[in-house]
């Protein structure tokens, strides 16, 4: 058996990757179909009635329109491309056929997110990639802080699932369906009933807040953003997948597709906005002093996100959805190159350990190089740039047009995005240019770990089979470098082609067919913006020092991203000295942004601890309280089974006596009840 085992274990690889490539490709051609004038609305594909019981009608059935459709490519198609490179980087792991099986799963459950018609379907998708995302997080299941990692991911992940749970219940209540397109098409004649005298409900109010407790878990947003950074304790083909196309792409689909639910709440949207724009920030200062070379783009997606929740958060969901799919071409590359450079090492990670190993690793150090200027947003030329400035721009016209929250939230995308620029380059600059340094990892001993993924060195490295090396090598080009190429390709060009060829400017209207919503939360078709609300005024359109909002921005944050990558080169090829010096004389904030702000310690402190005690108080009463009553109420039969014991003589004329005796005096206090 175990040899057959390790005959048919090569086969896992191909299996998963040709399954999620085929799912691609159908994909794509259903979107195709999907083209056609007359279905551009939508198609729902109902398989079976999956739950029925009285009123309530929930059936395994699929949504397709356009956003699914796109959601689907970058799962599916990006997906695939990180199962081709997992199958080099995990060659030689025990575990090989256990990691793809993960692996598929976790894309069968992110379909089935993204295709559901109704909420439930929905949930069971969404619960799936948890539990998938708990199993490869922790796929180190013999490291002890793996396990830590994964349970962090899984616990946190429950609550903001307790609170879209909740929110599902209140839909139902509301509504009467969990069908999404029913529930939506009523909310959307609510919302343009708001200006005719209707006034929303305390469960119109409410639901969006709950909504959005779910989206700010999957999607790593202040305050439930901890469990990301931990997640690189799983293999780097985890993290390119979880951070990339699957996971924390979730909640900002959920909010995109449920856009109707929130605007019926004056609050909703602006909460979403600023907390997005918040944590963009915060993430992005984190990454400034992050050390960790899978690290730094760990802190970097978590802000990414930050900004696609300020897309949907100023209903610019275009933009949302379309640095959606940017981002998981340029983050796929960054961390799939990351690994290779880990690989190199044998698993280190400290980035202060490494420098000029473009000299060792040319073809994954310009590989890199692509993916750090578009998320950078290096104008013009990068994916990044277009999305994340369409973002900002309709941000800043928003703001402009009277909602005054949205300029406060420009104001954090626009440090933001300076902040990136430096701290990407930070990272490459560090690895790739000035004099050559390395310094190999040890896979199975690290005294002083910065974070979870140090102390797993990707523990993964001690079991891949490419030959011994003493020094940094490049990797094979299959299967590893090849996948790599159409993410570098998509990191360049899909930006400059989702705006000008406006790919994205029909998502709404193909999602919700609906004219209000559709004139608020979508456009650019003329590069700036073309939606108008019901009083002629474009909400995406506005002035700024005589310059169209969207051109003042990408002028701004083109300056900024030069200044940012300038700054970089300066301070980390060109005089890493003063930097140094530098350093030591802001050693507080450098110490305060090392550890995080001291986030983790603090939710130990104010959270783990206090229910850690409770925990133990609960033990000691279950123990010496409930199971000595249970003890007690147990007793009295036990005294009686022991008394009629010694009856038990073997003998069958006594056995039926007493059962003759029992059932005459059973009879004779039946009597006297029914004498009474």
Same mark, same amino acid.
């Given at each position: 058996?175990?040899?057959? =085992?390790?005959?048919?274990?090569?086969?896992?690889?191909?299996?998963?990757?040709?399954?999620?490539?085929?799912?691609?490709?159908?994909?794509?051609?259903?979107?195709?179909?999907?083209?056609?004038?007359? #279905?551009?609305?939508? &198609?729902?594909? #109902?398989?079976?009635?999956?739950?029925?019981?009285?009123?309530?009608?929930?059936? +395994?059935?699929? +949504?397709?329109?356009?956003?699914?459709?796109?959601? !689907?490519?970058?799962?599916?198609?990006?997906?695939? !491309?990180?199962?081709?490179?997992?199958?080099?980087?995990?060659?030689?792991?025990?575990?090989?056929?256990?990691?793809?099986?993960?692996?598929?799963?976790?894309?069968?459950?992110?379909?089935? *997110?993204?295709?559901?018609? #109704?909420?439930?379907? *929905?949930?069971?998708?969404?619960?799936?990639?948890?539990?998938?995302?708990?199993?490869?997080?922790?796929?180190?299941?013999?490291?002890?802080?793996?396990?830590?990692?994964?349970?962090?991911?899984?616990?946190?992940? =429950?609550?903001?699932?307790?609170?879209?749970? &909740?929110?599902?219940?209140?839909?139902?209540?509301?509504?009467?369906?969990?069908?999404?397109?029913?529930?939506?098409?009523?909310? =959307?004649?609510?919302?343009?009933? &708001?200006?005719?005298?209707?006034?929303?409900?305390?469960?119109?109010?409410?639901?969006?807040?709950? *909504?959005?407790?779910?989206a700010f878990g999957k999607s790593a947003q202040i305050p439930l953003y901890v469990w990301l950074p931990d997640a690189m304790a799983g293999p780097t083909p985890v993290s390119a997948l979880v951070h990339a196309a699957t996971m924390v792409t979730?909640?900002?689909y959920l909010i995109a597709r449920c856009i109707p639910l929130f605007e019926l709440s004056p609050a909703a949207l602006p909460t979403v906005a600023v907390i997005g724009g918040c944590t963009a920030l915060f993430a992005a200062t984190i990454a400034l002093c992050c050390n960790d070379l899978k690290g730094v783009f760990a802190y970097s997606t978590v802000s990414q996100l930050g900004y696609m929740f300020v897309g949907v958060g100023c209903l610019s969901i275009d933009g949302a959805v379309f640095h959606l799919f940017t981002h998981a071409f340029f983050k796929a590359l960054l961390f799939l190159t990351a690994g290779s450079v880990m690989h190199a090492l044998a698993g280190q990670l400290d980035i202060r350990t490494m420098g000029g190993l473009r000299h060792k690793m040319p073809v994954t150090c310009w590989l890199m190089f692509v993916g750090c200027l578009s998320l950078a947003g290096f104008p013009f030329i990068t994916s990044g740039f277009w999305s994340k400035d369409l973002i900002l721009g309709d941000a800043l016209a928003y703001g402009l047009n009277g909602h005054s929250v949205y300029l406060f939230v420009t104001l954090l995308g626009v440090v933001t995005a300076f902040l990136t620029a430096f701290y990407t380059f930070r990272l490459w600059f560090t690895v790739f240019m000035g004099e050559e340094k390395f310094e190999m990892g040890d896979e199975h001993h690290h005294d002083t770990p910065e974070t979870p993924e140090a102390e797993h060195a990707e523990g993964d490295e001690a079991h891949h089979d490419h030959g011994h090396h003493d020094e940094p090598h490049e990797m094979p080009w299959l299967p590893m470098n090849a996948p790599l190429v159409p993410l570098a390709i998509g990191a360049i060009i899909f930006g400059v082609l989702g705006y000008k060829l406006h790919w994205f400017e029909n998502i709404i209207t193909h999602s919700t067919a609906d004219p209000v919503t559709a004139s608020l939360a979508s456009g650019h078709g003329d590069g700036h913006g073309y939606g108008h609300d019901d009083h002629g005024h474009d909400p995406h359109h506005a002035y700024l020092l005589g310059l169209d909002a969207h051109d003042f921005m990408i002028i701004l944050s083109s300056l900024l991203a030069i200044a940012g990558i300038g700054l970089a080169a300066f301070f980390f090829w060109f005089n890493r000295a003063l930097t140094a010096k530098i350093a030591t004389s &802001?050693?507080?904030?450098?110490?305060?942004?090392?550890?995080?702000?001291?986030?983790?310690?603090?939710?130990?402190?104010? +959270?783990?601890q206090p229910l850690r005690r409770l925990g133990g108080l609960f033990y000691v009463v279950d123990s010496l309280v409930i199971n000595n009553l249970i003890a007690l109420v147990a007793w009295a039969p036990s005294m009686i089974g022991r008394g009629v014991r010694p009856a038990r003589s073997g003998r069958l004329a006594a056995y039926s006596l007493s059962m003759v005796t029992g059932i005459a005096v059973l009879a004779l206090l039946i009597f006297m009840a029914v004498a009474r």
């Open positions: 058996m175990i040899a057959l =085992r390790d005959k048919l274990q090569p086969l896992a690889a191909p299996i998963c990757a040709g399954a999620i490539g085929a799912s691609f490709v159908i994909a794509m051609i259903v979107w195709m179909t999907l083209s056609i004038p007359e #279905n551009k609305v939508g &198609l729902t594909v #109902n398989f079976y009635d999956w739950m029925a019981f009285g009123d309530f009608r929930v059936g +395994f059935s699929y +949504f397709l329109d356009s956003l699914t459709m796109i959601m !689907l490519g970058v799962v599916c198609g990006v997906g695939c !491309l990180i199962a081709i490179y997992a199958a080099g980087y995990m060659k030689g792991d025990p575990g090989y056929w256990r990691f793809f099986t993960y692996m598929a799963l976790f894309i069968f459950a992110m379909v089935t *997110l993204v295709t559901a018609d #109704n909420l439930v379907l *929905l949930f069971l998708g969404w619960e799936g990639v948890g539990v998938c995302s708990y199993l490869l997080i922790g796929y180190y299941y013999d490291k002890p802080l793996a396990v830590a990692a994964a349970k962090k991911a899984f616990i946190v992940n =429950r609550i903001g699932d307790f609170g879209f749970l &909740l929110g599902i219940f209140l839909c139902y209540q509301t509504y009467g369906t969990v069908e999404i397109s029913v529930m939506l098409a009523e909310a =959307r004649e609510n919302v343009a009933a &708001l200006g005719e005298g209707y006034t929303a409900t305390t469960a119109d109010l409410w639901i969006p807040f709950l *909504l959005m407790i779910g979730a909640g900002v &802001l050693s507080p904030i450098v110490k305060l942004l090392e550890n995080k702000y001291y986030i983790d310690e603090l939710y130990d402190y104010a +959270f783990v």
